[in-house]
């Protein structure tokens, strides 16, 4: 079993009503003039935003308010609040908004303590030794970034979406009231409960896993998206369900689930990611066009890992691993297609060209230097292979 590290310093504030609380939270962390940062119009249009903007000033802090966060976060984007940022001297970012709003946050707060160019350090061409600090009101239960070291931006010279982990980018602290989950569209809560469940399977599928107390709980809360996802499709209000949903969302990628067995792959996110920045898609949406064509590609180096997945998750039992394993994979994607999400390229609405294939199999390996996934290890073919299987 591999040695782990476990950190989670984010604090936690959950439940309704809590983001009326933030002036004061933010307060406590010493903060006096504060970037509120956000993404399209709902956070206006909710009434959000203007809650968030008097709850600052009746904690007598200044404030100012930056929009337009991108659903994938551009560089050019990120470059612009920057300097907003820069120009009003604040000392605190608060994202108000889902994983996109809180991946440029944390890239907000290296720029403003990099005298470099901030891509820079997604190139990996530099380590930041200190941000500003980032809290959040969290609209979107998806990507978990509300409590991780991860942020993932997009630069459109080149289409490059690039992401990087560091411990010294998680928020402080995370606002999370599940009653702000209630005026999302279906089609992006679809994607958000992808996104979590595809963040738990990344990490399941290890080439060193055998953590039974982790694997049991990974398909523990599979099976809990999978459950208030139904819910939620039909019962848009329901609090129980946006409850368990909202926090299964932090705990999928806290790192809760790496434990004993290791990092994981994160083949079919880097897959993924190459189609987002092309095509401008949903990112949960795109792991589900991806995914059964990633998992039946790659089932034959480990069939054994699979099966494991799919008599926890689905009780199958089916003792020939191959098949119990096939089987697993065809029921995820039925769960995916029962909410509505696509499970191949077509149904996405992306028509990659030839071109197209190669460069983003490319990209996605280096110039084809590495190899793809620690469980999958896919060349720049491979990959290639699995974009047509998914067409």
Same mark, same amino acid.
């Given at each position: ?199 738990? $399977?990344? /990490? ?5 896993? +055998?953590? &039974?107390? #982790? ?7 599979? %099976? ?13 209000t329901n609090y129980k369900a946006n409850f368990e949903i909202m926090w299964a969302g932090s705990l999928a990628h806290n790192g809760l689930f790496e434990g004993g067995n290791g990092k994981g ?43 494991? $997945?799919? /008599? ?5 039992? +089916?003792? &020939?691993? #191959? ?7 065809? %029921? ?48 720049a073919e491979d990959i290639y292979k699995i974009y047509k299987m998914a067409e």
């Open positions: 079993m591999k040695n782990f590290e476990y950190y989670t310093p984010t604090k936690v504030f959950f439940g309704k009503d809590e983001e009326k609380r933030v002036g004061e939270i933010l307060a406590s962390y010493g903060a006096k003039n504060v970037f509120i940062l956000y993404g399209g119009g709902s956070a206006v249009r909710s009434g959000l935003l203007a809650r968030v903007e008097q709850s600052l000033t009746d904690a007598g802090l200044e404030h100012v308010s930056f929009g337009g966060v991108h659903p994938n976060p551009l560089l050019s984007h990120t470059y612009q609040a920057m300097d907003a940022a820069k120009a009003a001297n604040i000392d605190f970012i608060l994202a108000v908004g889902g994983g996109s709003v809180i991946d440029e946050a944390k890239a907000i707060g290296m720029g403003l303590c990099y005298d470099g160019d901030v891509w820079d350090i997604y190139m990996r061409k530099a380590v930041p030794q200190r941000t500003i600090p980032v809290g959040s009101i969290l609209t979107i239960a998806a990507a978990g970034s509300e409590t991780s070291w991860a942020s993932v931006i997009t630069n459109e010279k080149g289409w490059l979406k690039l992401g990087y982990q560091n411990d010294i980018i998680r928020p402080v602290f995370a606002i999370m009231n599940p009653e702000l989950l209630y005026t999302l569209p279906p089609y992006q809560m679809a994607c958000g409960n992808t996104d979590m469940i595809m963040h738990v $399977l990344e /990490r399941f599928f290890s080439p060193d896993a +055998e953590d &039974d107390l #982790t694997d049991g709980l990974a398909a523990s809360l599979i %099976r809990n998206v999978m459950k208030n996802a139904a819910i939620v499709k039909t019962d848009k792959d994160w083949g079919t996110h880097h897959i993924e990611m190459e189609i987002s920045a092309i095509f401008d898609v949903a990112h949960g949406a795109g792991l589900a066009a991806v995914w059964p064509s990633w998992a039946r590609y790659v089932l034959p180096k480990h069939p054994a890992r699979f099966a494991t $997945l799919a /008599r926890l998750l689905f009780d199958i039992t +089916e003792s &020939d691993d #191959t098949q119990a394993a096939l089987e697993g994979i065809s %029921r995820m994607e039925a769960f995916f297609q029962s909410i509505d999400m696509p499970i191949s390229l077509t149904e996405l609405g992306v028509q990659p060209t030839e071109e197209q294939y190669w460069e983003m199999a490319r990209k996605c390996t280096k110039g084809d230097t590495k190899k793809e996934g620690a469980f999958g290890q896919l060349t």
